[in-house]
Protein backbone atom coordinates (compact mmCIF):
# COMPACT_ATOMS: atom_id res chain seq x y z
CA UNK A 1 0.00 0.00 0.00
CA UNK A 2 1.50 3.59 -0.76
CA UNK A 3 0.01 7.00 -0.33
CA UNK A 4 -0.19 10.73 -2.15
CA UNK A 5 -1.43 14.09 -0.96
CA UNK A 6 -2.46 17.03 -2.80
CA UNK A 7 -3.30 20.44 -1.14
CA UNK A 8 -5.85 22.29 -1.47
CA UNK A 9 -6.06 25.75 -3.30
CA UNK A 10 -7.51 29.57 -3.66
CA UNK A 11 -7.55 31.45 -6.11
CA UNK A 12 -6.70 35.58 -5.33
CA UNK A 13 -7.56 36.62 -8.54
CA UNK A 14 -7.83 35.35 -12.06
CA UNK A 15 -9.82 32.51 -11.66
CA UNK A 16 -12.32 31.74 -14.69
CA UNK A 17 -9.80 33.85 -17.41
CA UNK A 18 -6.71 31.98 -17.61
CA UNK A 19 -7.28 29.73 -21.03
CA UNK A 20 -7.94 33.38 -22.13
CA UNK A 21 -4.65 34.73 -21.68
CA UNK A 22 -5.51 36.38 -18.07
CA UNK A 23 -2.84 35.38 -15.22
CA UNK A 24 -3.87 33.97 -12.20
CA UNK A 25 -2.91 34.06 -8.62
CA UNK A 26 -3.22 30.93 -6.47
CA UNK A 27 -1.91 29.81 -3.52
CA UNK A 28 -2.04 26.29 -1.86
CA UNK A 29 -3.89 25.76 1.85
CA UNK A 30 -2.29 23.88 4.54
CA UNK A 31 -5.74 20.89 3.84
CA UNK A 32 -5.16 18.43 2.31
CA UNK A 33 -6.90 15.04 0.20
CA UNK A 34 -4.70 12.32 0.90
CA UNK A 35 -4.97 8.99 -1.15
CA UNK A 36 -4.06 5.17 -0.38
CA UNK A 37 -3.87 2.97 -2.98
CA UNK A 38 -3.57 -0.88 -2.32
CA UNK A 39 -3.28 -3.90 -4.31
CA UNK A 40 -6.29 -5.84 -4.22
CA UNK A 41 -7.89 -9.48 -5.62
CA UNK A 42 -10.61 -8.97 -8.55
CA UNK A 43 -10.42 -6.96 -11.80
CA UNK A 44 -10.52 -3.12 -12.06
CA UNK A 45 -10.60 -0.73 -9.32
CA UNK A 46 -12.85 -0.08 -6.23
CA UNK A 47 -12.94 3.80 -4.58
CA UNK A 48 -13.76 3.89 -1.22
CA UNK A 49 -14.36 8.13 -0.51
CA UNK A 50 -14.04 9.13 3.20
CA UNK A 51 -13.68 12.88 2.65
CA UNK A 52 -15.57 15.40 4.30
CA UNK A 53 -17.89 17.17 1.86
CA UNK A 54 -20.37 20.13 1.23
CA UNK A 55 -23.35 17.89 1.55
CA UNK A 56 -24.22 16.63 -1.78
CA UNK A 57 -20.63 17.79 -3.44
CA UNK A 58 -19.66 13.94 -3.67
CA UNK A 59 -22.71 12.52 -5.74
CA UNK A 60 -22.99 15.52 -7.76
CA UNK A 61 -19.00 14.84 -9.01
CA UNK A 62 -19.44 10.81 -9.18
CA UNK A 63 -19.62 10.55 -13.02
CA UNK A 64 -16.54 12.65 -13.29
CA UNK A 65 -14.46 11.61 -10.55
CA UNK A 66 -14.36 7.88 -12.24
CA UNK A 67 -13.40 9.17 -15.94
CA UNK A 68 -10.84 11.31 -13.92
CA UNK A 69 -9.80 8.02 -12.27
CA UNK A 70 -9.69 5.97 -15.60
CA UNK A 71 -7.67 8.80 -17.65
CA UNK A 72 -5.02 8.89 -14.48
CA UNK A 73 -4.52 5.26 -14.41
CA UNK A 74 -4.48 5.22 -18.50
CA UNK A 75 -2.25 8.06 -18.71
CA UNK A 76 0.04 6.08 -15.59
CA UNK A 77 -0.08 3.16 -17.92
CA UNK A 78 -1.85 0.88 -14.93
CA UNK A 79 -3.95 -1.85 -16.23
CA UNK A 80 -5.89 -2.77 -13.08
CA UNK A 81 -7.88 -5.65 -15.37
CA UNK A 82 -4.08 -7.30 -14.40
CA UNK A 83 -3.67 -5.25 -11.01
CA UNK A 84 -6.64 -4.29 -9.50
CA UNK A 85 -6.16 -2.18 -6.81
CA UNK A 86 -8.56 -0.07 -3.78
CA UNK A 87 -8.46 3.56 -4.18
CA UNK A 88 -9.12 5.22 -0.83
CA UNK A 89 -9.48 9.37 -0.07
CA UNK A 90 -9.51 11.08 2.74
CA UNK A 91 -7.60 14.05 4.13
CA UNK A 92 -8.63 17.12 6.06
CA UNK A 93 -9.46 19.21 2.83
CA UNK A 94 -13.30 19.64 2.42
CA UNK A 95 -14.62 18.44 -0.63
CA UNK A 96 -16.83 21.63 -2.08
CA UNK A 97 -16.64 23.38 -5.56
CA UNK A 98 -13.75 26.67 -5.25
CA UNK A 99 -10.67 24.74 -3.17
CA UNK A 100 -9.56 22.49 -5.75
CA UNK A 101 -11.08 19.52 -4.69
CA UNK A 102 -10.71 17.75 -7.75
CA UNK A 103 -6.99 19.10 -8.37
CA UNK A 104 -5.90 17.37 -5.06
CA UNK A 105 -7.62 14.45 -5.73
CA UNK A 106 -5.77 14.24 -8.40
CA UNK A 107 -2.20 15.15 -7.57
CA UNK A 108 -2.91 12.54 -4.14
CA UNK A 109 -4.22 9.69 -6.60
CA UNK A 110 -1.35 10.38 -8.81
CA UNK A 111 1.34 10.08 -6.28
CA UNK A 112 0.20 7.28 -4.34
CA UNK A 113 -0.17 5.09 -7.70
CA UNK A 114 3.55 6.42 -8.50
CA UNK A 115 4.53 5.03 -5.14
CA UNK A 116 2.76 1.54 -5.21
CA UNK A 117 3.76 0.98 -8.73
CA UNK A 118 7.13 2.39 -8.03
CA UNK A 119 7.44 4.67 -11.59
CA UNK A 120 9.91 6.75 -10.35
CA UNK A 121 8.16 10.16 -11.56
CA UNK A 122 9.45 13.41 -10.87
CA UNK A 123 6.95 16.60 -9.40
CA UNK A 124 6.87 17.38 -13.28
CA UNK A 125 5.39 14.28 -14.16
CA UNK A 126 2.80 14.11 -11.54
CA UNK A 127 1.26 17.47 -12.38
CA UNK A 128 1.54 16.74 -15.78
CA UNK A 129 -0.78 13.51 -14.51
CA UNK A 130 -2.74 15.19 -12.72
CA UNK A 131 -3.58 18.11 -15.09
CA UNK A 132 -4.85 15.02 -17.59
CA UNK A 133 -6.65 13.83 -14.55
CA UNK A 134 -8.69 17.49 -13.90
CA UNK A 135 -10.47 17.29 -17.58
CA UNK A 136 -13.14 15.19 -16.77
CA UNK A 137 -14.24 17.70 -13.73
CA UNK A 138 -13.65 21.51 -15.76
CA UNK A 139 -14.11 19.98 -19.61
CA UNK A 140 -10.64 21.87 -20.29
CA UNK A 141 -8.64 22.66 -17.93
CA UNK A 142 -5.32 24.76 -17.61
CA UNK A 143 -3.44 23.43 -14.92
CA UNK A 144 -3.91 26.17 -12.23
CA UNK A 145 -5.10 24.36 -9.51
CA UNK A 146 -3.51 20.85 -10.13
CA UNK A 147 -0.12 23.38 -10.30
CA UNK A 148 -0.93 24.55 -7.02
CA UNK A 149 -2.10 21.48 -5.04
CA UNK A 150 1.10 20.24 -6.64
CA UNK A 151 3.53 22.45 -5.81
CA UNK A 152 1.97 24.49 -2.92
CA UNK A 153 3.02 28.31 -2.03
CA UNK A 154 2.15 31.41 -3.32
CA UNK A 155 2.28 31.22 -7.15
CA UNK A 156 1.37 33.61 -10.29
CA UNK A 157 0.64 31.13 -13.30
CA UNK A 158 -0.33 31.41 -16.86
CA UNK A 159 -0.51 30.15 -20.09
CA UNK A 160 1.83 31.26 -23.21
CA UNK A 161 1.14 29.56 -26.06
CA UNK A 162 -0.66 26.76 -24.75
CA UNK A 163 2.22 25.98 -22.20
CA UNK A 164 2.26 26.87 -18.48
CA UNK A 165 4.20 28.56 -16.67
CA UNK A 166 4.79 29.94 -13.20
CA UNK A 167 6.81 31.46 -10.87
CA UNK A 168 6.34 31.71 -6.88
CA UNK A 169 5.91 35.20 -5.34
CA UNK A 170 8.08 36.51 -3.11
CA UNK A 171 5.89 37.79 -0.23
CA UNK A 172 7.61 39.27 2.90
CA UNK A 173 5.12 37.22 5.45
CA UNK A 174 2.75 34.79 6.05
CA UNK A 175 -0.98 36.50 6.52
CA UNK A 176 -4.73 34.59 7.41
CA UNK A 177 -7.44 34.36 5.32
CA UNK A 178 -10.62 32.97 5.65
CA UNK A 179 -12.33 30.83 2.96
CA UNK A 180 -16.34 29.95 3.95
CA UNK A 181 -18.23 27.83 1.07
CA UNK A 182 -21.77 29.36 -0.02
CA UNK A 183 -23.56 25.54 -0.69
CA UNK A 184 -23.78 25.83 -3.70
CA UNK A 185 -22.32 23.12 -5.32
CA UNK A 186 -20.93 24.05 -9.57
CA UNK A 187 -20.92 21.96 -12.62
CA UNK A 188 -17.67 23.84 -13.66
CA UNK A 189 -17.59 22.36 -17.06
CA UNK A 190 -20.86 24.31 -17.50
CA UNK A 191 -18.78 27.22 -16.42
CA UNK A 192 -16.88 27.42 -19.59
CA UNK A 193 -19.71 27.79 -21.65
CA UNK A 194 -21.30 30.61 -19.86
CA UNK A 195 -18.07 32.81 -20.48
CA UNK A 196 -18.39 31.39 -24.16
CA UNK A 197 -21.51 33.25 -24.69
CA UNK A 198 -20.46 36.54 -22.90
CA UNK A 199 -17.40 36.44 -25.27
CA UNK A 200 -19.71 36.16 -28.50
CA UNK A 201 -22.71 37.78 -27.22
CA UNK A 202 -20.05 41.28 -26.71
CA UNK A 203 -16.81 40.66 -27.97
CA UNK A 204 -15.67 43.81 -27.03
CA UNK A 205 -17.08 44.55 -23.51
CA UNK A 206 -15.64 40.88 -22.62
CA UNK A 207 -12.33 42.11 -24.14
CA UNK A 208 -12.41 45.35 -21.83
CA UNK A 209 -12.97 43.10 -18.96
CA UNK A 210 -10.00 40.81 -19.46
CA UNK A 211 -7.48 43.65 -19.55
CA UNK A 212 -9.31 45.41 -16.07
CA UNK A 213 -8.59 41.94 -14.66
CA UNK A 214 -5.35 41.44 -16.25
CA UNK A 215 -4.41 45.31 -14.32
CA UNK A 216 -5.73 44.07 -11.53
CA UNK A 217 -3.55 40.63 -11.13
CA UNK A 218 -0.42 43.07 -11.96
CA UNK A 219 -1.29 45.32 -9.37
CA UNK A 220 -2.02 42.97 -7.15
CA UNK A 221 1.44 40.92 -7.29
CA UNK A 222 3.13 44.27 -6.50
CA UNK A 223 0.88 44.47 -3.45
CA UNK A 224 2.11 41.39 -2.39
CA UNK A 225 5.47 41.74 -3.01
CA UNK A 226 5.31 44.93 -0.58
CA UNK A 227 3.04 43.28 1.86
CA UNK A 228 0.58 46.41 0.68
CA UNK A 229 -2.16 44.15 2.30
CA UNK A 230 -4.35 46.97 2.02
CA UNK A 231 -4.15 47.02 -1.73
CA UNK A 232 -4.60 43.37 -1.88
CA UNK A 233 -8.38 43.80 -0.40
CA UNK A 234 -9.20 46.62 -2.41
CA UNK A 235 -8.05 44.70 -5.39
CA UNK A 236 -9.91 41.54 -4.45
CA UNK A 237 -13.46 43.64 -3.87
CA UNK A 238 -12.91 45.71 -6.99
CA UNK A 239 -12.35 42.29 -8.72
CA UNK A 240 -15.51 40.83 -6.79
CA UNK A 241 -17.59 43.68 -8.28
CA UNK A 242 -16.53 42.80 -11.42
CA UNK A 243 -17.28 39.10 -11.85
CA UNK A 244 -20.37 40.14 -10.14
CA UNK A 245 -21.40 42.17 -12.77
CA UNK A 246 -20.60 39.56 -15.55
CA UNK A 247 -22.74 36.90 -13.40
CA UNK A 248 -20.02 34.44 -12.16
CA UNK A 249 -20.99 35.36 -8.67
CA UNK A 250 -23.95 34.47 -6.60
CA UNK A 251 -26.44 36.06 -4.72
CA UNK A 252 -25.26 33.74 -1.45
CA UNK A 253 -21.13 34.80 -2.48
CA UNK A 254 -22.45 38.30 -2.43
CA UNK A 255 -24.10 38.69 0.75
CA UNK A 256 -21.37 36.52 2.38
CA UNK A 257 -18.80 38.92 0.89
CA UNK A 258 -20.24 42.12 2.21
CA UNK A 259 -20.93 40.02 5.53
CA UNK A 260 -16.87 39.86 5.53
CA UNK A 261 -16.36 43.37 4.59
CA UNK A 262 -18.54 44.98 7.28
CA UNK A 263 -17.25 42.24 9.53
CA UNK A 264 -13.37 44.29 9.00
CA UNK A 265 -12.10 42.06 6.28
CA UNK A 266 -9.62 44.06 4.06
CA UNK A 267 -11.30 42.31 0.68
CA UNK A 268 -13.61 39.94 -0.12
CA UNK A 269 -14.50 38.03 -2.96
CA UNK A 270 -15.43 34.79 -4.99
CA UNK A 271 -12.53 32.49 -5.23
CA UNK A 272 -12.63 29.29 -8.01
CA UNK A 273 -15.00 29.13 -10.84
CA UNK A 274 -18.00 31.57 -8.94
CA UNK A 275 -21.43 31.36 -9.16
CA UNK A 276 -21.13 28.32 -6.06
CA UNK A 277 -18.90 27.17 -4.09
CA UNK A 278 -16.07 29.57 -1.65
CA UNK A 279 -15.63 33.06 -1.23
CA UNK A 280 -12.01 34.24 0.24
CA UNK A 281 -11.79 37.16 2.95
CA UNK A 282 -8.58 38.45 3.77
CA UNK A 283 -8.43 39.15 7.28
CA UNK A 284 -4.75 39.43 8.62
CA UNK A 285 -3.60 38.98 11.96
CA UNK A 286 -5.46 36.06 14.22
CA UNK A 287 -7.61 38.03 15.94
CA UNK A 288 -9.08 39.61 12.48
CA UNK A 289 -9.38 35.61 11.30
CA UNK A 290 -10.91 34.40 14.12
CA UNK A 291 -13.79 37.93 13.90
CA UNK A 292 -14.66 36.83 10.48
CA UNK A 293 -14.59 33.28 11.06
CA UNK A 294 -17.04 33.59 13.98
CA UNK A 295 -19.79 35.62 11.81
CA UNK A 296 -19.87 33.04 8.75
CA UNK A 297 -20.10 29.68 11.76
CA UNK A 298 -23.06 31.93 13.55
CA UNK A 299 -24.66 31.77 9.99
CA UNK A 300 -24.09 27.96 9.65
CA UNK A 301 -21.66 28.65 6.69
CA UNK A 302 -18.80 25.85 6.24
CA UNK A 303 -15.08 27.44 6.60
CA UNK A 304 -11.90 26.74 6.28
CA UNK A 305 -9.05 29.48 7.74
CA UNK A 306 -5.82 29.46 6.65
CA UNK A 307 -2.43 31.02 6.48
CA UNK A 308 -0.75 31.85 3.40
CA UNK A 309 2.47 33.95 2.07
CA UNK A 310 5.80 34.11 3.17
CA UNK A 311 8.34 31.57 2.93
Same mark, same amino acid.
Given at each position: ????????????????? &????????????????? %??????????? &??????? #??????????????????????? @??????? %????????????????????????????????? #????????????????? =? #?????????????? *???????????????????????????????? *??????????????????????????????????????????? *??????????????????????? @????????????????? #????????? =??????????????????????????????????? %?????
Amino acid at each position: MAEGSGFGKTILIGDQF &VLDGVPAIVSSIPYETV %TKVERIDGEGW &VLEDDRI #EVPGYKDKKREQQGESIDRILEV @MSIDVKK %TPIKITVGGTLLAGSGVGASAAICVSLARAVNA #EFDLGYSIEEINRVAWQ =G #EFPYHGVASGVDNT *ASTYGGLLLFWLEDGEQHFERIKSPGPFEIVL *ANSGVTVNTAALDQFIDQQKTGDPELFAARLETIRAQVLEMKR *ALEGRDLETVGRVMSENHRLLAD @MGMSHETLDHMCQTALE #EGALGAKVT =GGGRGGYMVSLTPGPELQDTIASAFEREGYKLLRA %TIGGS
